[in-house]
C-alpha cells in the first residue's frame, strides 16, 4: 500500500509539476507580460458516499439518497492565463445505511438483513492542479468573465467512523444508564477481528485521495469570482464505512466490539430506529444467504469514494498595495 501511495504521488506531483512547466513556457513566449496573481476562498456545498453500503454500480441513487454538508478553505495561485494550483481544506460528512438505501420493493435482500449504518466527519487537505480553459488576461484584473476548469491533485484525508448504539443497548461499566442510541467511533472496536490474533492490524485513520473534477468561474467584479465545482475523491482506503471483509468469527469479538459488528437480528433499523418488519421477514424467508453469509463488506475492484459539489466566493488579491505617502 505505500508503493502504491508512493509511486501514485509521484506520477500526478509529475504530471501536476510537467503540466504547470510547459504552460508557463508557452504562455511566456505568447504572453510575457502575465501578472501571476492569488485567491483565497471559501465554499460549502453537499457530500455523497461510495462504497459496500452504497455501491458504485447504483451511483445514481448513492449520490442523493443521503446528501450531507462539506465547507472548506482555498488558496490559489495563478501562474499563466490557463493554469493555476490550489491549496484547500475542505470538512466533509459523508453518511450510508442499509436500511434506507434498501427499504421497498426494489431493495438488495442481504444488505437490508446486514443492518449496517455509519457516519463520518472527512477532513481533506488537498493540493490540485487546475487547467481553465478560457484564458485570462495580462493580470487580475483582465480574467476571463466566465471560465468552465478541471482539476487534479492529491489529498490527505483524517477520518473517523461512528454509529449508533442498539436502542436499550446498556454499557457494562454504566448498567445504570442506558446507553442505547448513542454515537460510537467504530475503529477502536475492531469490529471484523482487527487488532485479534489472526486478523488484520487495525485500519489507518489518514488515507490519501485522488480528487478529480470540472467547474465553471465567474467574474463578478475586479475582486470577486463565484465558482461552481463538482469533484470526486477515489480513496485509498476501504474503510470509511467500516466495512471491508468479512464478519470475524464466532466468540472472537465481546461486549461492545460485537454488539456494533453484526446488527443482522436487530428488530429496528440500526440509525433510523425504524420497524424492520415485515420486509426482514420477506427477505430472510426468501433469501436464506440473508442471514448465513460470512461478507460483512466486499473486497471490490473500487476502494470507498466521496463526491463533493461546491460554490465558492473568491476573492482577489490585489497585485500591489499602494501605500500612503510619508510626509
Request: net charge positive.
Amino acid at each position: 500500500m505505500k508503493r502504491t501511495y508512493a509511486l501514485t504521488s509521484g506520477v500526478l506531483s509529475a504530471l501536476l509539476v510537467g503540466a504547470i512547466a510547459g504552460e508557463s513556457i508557452a504562455q511566456r513566449r505568447q504572453n510575457s507580460q502575465f501578472a501571476p496573481y492569488s485567491e483565497v476562498g471559501i465554499g460549502v456545498g453537499t457530500s455523497s458516499y461510495y462504497g459496500d453500503l452504497a455501491g458504485y454500480r447504483t451511483a445514481p441513487k448513492a449520490t442523493f439518497i443521503l446528501l450531507r454538508w462539506n465547507a472548506g478553505l482555498n488558496y490559489t495561485r495563478h501562474f499563466t492565463p490557463h493554469v493555476a494550483a490550489r491549496a484547500g481544506f475542505t470538512w466533509a460528512r459523508i453518511t450510508g445505511d442499509d436500511y434506507t438505501f434498501n427499504k421497498g420493493n426494489n431493495g438488495n435482500a442481504v444488505q437490508y438483513v446486514r443492518n449496517l449504518h455509519f457516519r463520518n466527519d472527512l477532513k481533506e487537505f488537498a493540493l490540485t492542479g487546475i487547467y481553465k480553459f478560457r484564458p485570462d488576461g495580462r493580470n487580475s484584473n483582465q480574467r476571463a468573465q466566465f471560465s468552465p476548469y478541471v482539476f487534479l491533485g492529491l489529498a490527505l484525508v483524517a477520518h473517523s467512523p461512528e454509529a449508533r448504539t442498539p436502542v436499550g443497548y446498556v454499557d457494562p461499566n454504566t448498567p445504570d444508564q442506558d446507553s442505547g442510541r448513542k454515537w460510537v467511533k467504530l475503529q477502536p472496536l475492531g469490529t471484523e477481528g482487527q487488532g485479534q490474533p489472526g486478523y488484520a492490524k487495525p485500519y489507518s485513520l489518514v488515507t490519501m485521495a485522488i480528487p478529480v473534477g470540472f467547474g465553471v468561474r465567474y467574474k463578478y467584479n475586479d475582486d470577486w469570482t463565484l465558482a461552481a465545482e463538482i469533484g470526486y475523491r477515489y480513496t485509498f482506503s476501504d474503510y470509511l464505512d467500516d466495512a471491508g471483509g468479512p464478519y470475524a468469527a464466532a466468540g472472537v469479538l465481546s461486549g461492545l466490539s460485537a454488539t456494533m459488528a453484526d446488527r443482522r437480528l436487530e428488530q429496528f433499523a440500526a440509525r433510523k430506529n425504524k420497524d424492520r418488519e415485515p420486509q426482514f421477514t420477506d427477505y430472510t424467508t426468501n433469501d436464506l444467504n440473508a442471514l448465513t453469509t460470512t461478507t460483512r463488506g466486499a473486497k471490490g475492484v473500487l476502494s470507498d469514494g466521496y463526491l463533493l459539489t461546491q460554490v465558492q466566493l473568491i476573492y482577489t488579491i490585489p497585485g500591489k498595495i499602494k501605500c500612503p505617502p510619508i510626509r
